[in-house]
């Protein structure tokens, strides 16, 4: 339990047992809510207000906060003072200091983690990909937040399934196959994968332009796909395997995995039946020769099911998979890691899945994030601008490789670490920031080891390790945690003890950037105590005090950057 949430139940208590017969006093939640972090730390760790009770107790704040003061028995948590109307506590240290790091030691690796999640599936749509597309810094987030978000869950205990809901069906992969018959090469798809097949969907557009019974063709193709031809599904499948093997490239270098790639065309057999069933529940409309699910009475444009020529949508799709996901897993959640632009289409889906009676619909969640621009400018596949992913962690690599060599020549592996910073460097700024929010990528800003950024909590983490193995053996020394009780280890506790909290919130709001927040600002709190304390000196039982507290600190940071999808090495 964190120290808020102690003192508030402690402080609940006592006015329960002060005064048992008065109604409308706050809980322990409450209470907790309006306890503050006095500014000035003279007067205190933390204070309650009294005047809440004012009001109930018909008394004055002051004569409150006395009386509470005076009946407060709790002096191994924290002592107390009445100042103005607000209940003053001082933490006792030394208790606080022991009983986290004893609860570290308990839990090791798995402090923060819990098991509230057990016999719960949270699916997690996330990267989704188009094939024949490029990857490009536009899908940076939603495939770290999808996977960040996995792995959080996880260590909360859900059990996750991580869905590559691959964009391969349409009539686009009928011009594809079109073009590659009159203008490809077997050799040159799979010597350059996606670009030669970008570069054939723009030939197949040029040329369209000029001669418009190409679109007749590529239709043609689509339909031979629609159909099973042998010829077409064989370069279809083809295609999409190239795209996967060039995906797999980025893919391994973010550390990212799936559990399943069932994609738009995996649904191709299991919409007839949710089209009936729309049909059966009387939801479907026929609306200028096509059919759509009226959804005026909820604001919104009516949601496209049929095509006029029979063909399904997107949105049918998406219909058919949260079904198939409901029947498959039984979720408990269903997240959409999708750019907020999609809102309108995520709305009308659940909407859509509500009117059908499915209860589920409440669990589907549309996990929405904002833009990333690079340097300022505003990317788009139409400018030419874009930025390939691919491109973006390799040169995130040398760039990092450039400041290890300068920083730290001597380093052995200089390789592996200039990797792992250099992707770290790329997460984090994809991380660093409420999820909604447009990021903007900056070069200086992303590598700035001395600044909020990847590789300055790495550089930490590696500091705690460098400090732990210069330590002398202490393993029998009993630590003595009255050495941790000056303000610049407390700072650092307290964080650390809110950790668990974090993680929860993070997984509550689907919001990775809280355990970034967190991480850095123990990385800023473990620097401030490096620079003030000698962790070595001293009494044995005062050094392994702070070793234990270094440790700590190491653990937790690594935990953290673990979850938002970095790796922590440990020279740097
Ligand atoms: N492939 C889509 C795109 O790139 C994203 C798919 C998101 N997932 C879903 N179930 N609709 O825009």
Redesign the pocket.
């Known amino acids: 339990m964190d120290m808020m949430t102690k003192i508030a139940e402690l402080t609940a208590e006592n006015m329960k047992a002060l005064w048992p017969e008065t109604e409308g006093l706050p809980a322990a939640d409450e209470i907790r809510g309006l306890l503050a972090v006095p500014p000035d730390p003279a007067l205190g760790d933390y204070a309650f207000p009294c005047f809440r009770l004012a009001k109930p107790l018909r008394s004055a704040p002051p004569k409150i906060a006395e009386a509470l003061c005076g009946a407060w028995q709790h002096e191994e948590t924290a002592s107390v003072q009445p100042v103005n109307g607000y209940m003053n506590f001082f933490l006792n240290r030394a208790n606080f200091a022991a009983e986290i790091m004893d609860e570290l030691t308990e839990k090791g690796d798995r402090f923060g983690a819990s098991d509230e999640g057990n016999g719960k599936t949270v699916c997690l ?1 996330y990267s ?3 094939i024949c597309k490029r990857f490009h810094i536009g899908h940076l987030s939603t495939t770290m937040i999808g996977h960040s978000l996995k792995r959080i869950f996880d260590f909360l205990g859900y059990t996750t399934v991580g869905i590559n ?3 391969d069906w349409g009539t686009q992969f009928g011009k594809m196959i079109c073009a590659y018959k009159k203008w490809g090469s077997k050799e040159e798809v799979e010597k350059n994968g996606i670009d030669a097949m970008s570069a054939l969907y723009v030939r197949f557009h040029q040329e369209a332009e000029k001669d418009p019974s190409l679109e007749d063709e590529g239709r043609a193709w689509f339909k031979k796909i629609e159909d099973n031809d042998p010829e077409a599904m064989e370069i279809f499948r083809w295609f999409k395997e190239v795209t996967l093997r060039d995906a797999a490239r980025v893919y391994d270098k973010l550390g990212v995995t799936f559990d399943s790639y069932a994609g738009e065309s995996f649904y191709n057999d299991k919409m007839e039946p949710v089209v009936q069933e729309l049909r059966d529940k009387g939801l479907l409309v026929e609306s200028q020769g096509a059919w759509v699910v009226d959804l005026s009475e909820d604001n919104m444009p009516p949601c496209l099911i049929l095509k006029s020529d029979g063909a399904t949508i ?1 949105a049918t799709r ?1 219909l058919a ?1 949260a079904i198939y996901r409901q029947n498959t897993y039984h979720f408990w959640k269903c997240l ?1 890691v ?2 907020y632009q ?1 809102d309108l ?1 995520f709305r009308q889906v659940f909407r859509v899945l509500e009117k059908m009676g499915y209860s589920w619909a409440k669990d589907c969640v549309h996990v929405a994030f904002g833009m990333v621009s690079f340097e300022g400018e505003a990317l788009s596949t139409r400018k030419g601008n874009m930025i390939l992913l691919d491109d973006l962690l390799d040169q995130a690599v040398v760039k990092a490789r450039e400041i290890i060599e300068e920083k730290s020549p001597g380093l052995e592996n200089k390789d592996e670490v200039a990797r792992q910073v250099g992707i770290g460097a790329v997460i984090y700024t994809d991380l660093s920031n409420n999820r909604i929010k447009d990021i903007d990528f900056h070069w200086d800003r992303a590598l700035n080891f001395d600044g909020e950024s990847g590789p300055y909590v790495q550089y930490t983490h590696a500091r705690c390790c460098s400090v732990l193995r210069k330590a002398p053996d202490i393993s029998g020394v009993a630590p003595d945690w009255n050495a941790l009780t000056d303000d610049e280890a407390q700072a650092l506790l307290r964080l650390i003890s809110r950790f668990p909290d974090v993680i929860r919130d993070a997984a509550d709001k689907y919001e990775p950037s809280m355990v970034t927040r967190a991480v850095t600002d123990i990385a800023q709190a473990f620097n401030k105590y490096y620079y003030e304390h000698r962790i070595l000196d001293g009494e044995p039982a005062q050094a392994a005090a702070r070793v234990a507290l270094t440790d700590a600190a190491r653990r937790v940071i690594k935990t953290g950057l673990y979850l938002i999808g970095i790796e922590a090495p440990e020279r740097m």
């Open positions: 749509d989704s990909i188009n809901h691959l964009g997107y998406d998979a959409y999708v750019a999609q289409h």
